[in-house]
Nanobody, 128 residues
Framework: QVQLVESGGGLVQAGGSLRLSCVVS????????MGWFRQAPGKEREFVSA????????YYNDSVKGRFTISRDSAMNTVWMQMNGLKPEDTAVYYC?????????????????????WGQGTQVTVSS
């Protein structure tokens, strides 16, 4: 059974940084495209970033471009999201997601419906 475990969330002041990690077990990590999504209280879950199975293609929500960076390491079965310049509006529960696909098309990687495996989420709170 595939399991995704996120870590790295916490409380940070505006302008600060956090690095989220997601470790994947129980599956073939090299086959997975990986994504990060977030859900703030009272809002729908939204796409944040994604990386293709081979790391060659990345996508970002416009609201985080230039501030967040997604990366992966197949030897460690891990995907990270470095978050810099955090803003109060980044406050949310962040979820890691995985899907088996060799496509790098945005339509496949930026929609939560395309992901089959999800982590439990990690809380990120940014104070002003």
């Amino acid at each position: 059974q595939v399991q995704l475990v996120e870590s790295g969330g916490g409380l940070v002041q505006a302008g600060g940084s956090l690095r989220l990690s997601c470790v994947v077990s129980g599956g073939m990590f090299t086959r997975y495209a990986m994504g990060w999504f977030r859900q703030a209280p009272g809002k729908e879950r939204e796409f944040v970033s994604a990386i293709s199975w081979n790391g060659g293609t990345t996508y970002y929500n416009d609201s985080v471009k230039g501030r967040f960076t997604i990366s992966r390491d197949s030897a460690m079965n891990t995907v990270w999201m470095q978050m810099n310049g955090l803003k109060p509006e980044d406050t949310a529960v962040y979820y890691c997601a995985a899907t088996v696909t060799f496509t790098a098309q945005a339509e496949a990687l930026t929609r939560d419906a395309g992901y089959y495996h999800w982590g439990q989420g990690t809380q990120v709170t940014v104070s002003s």
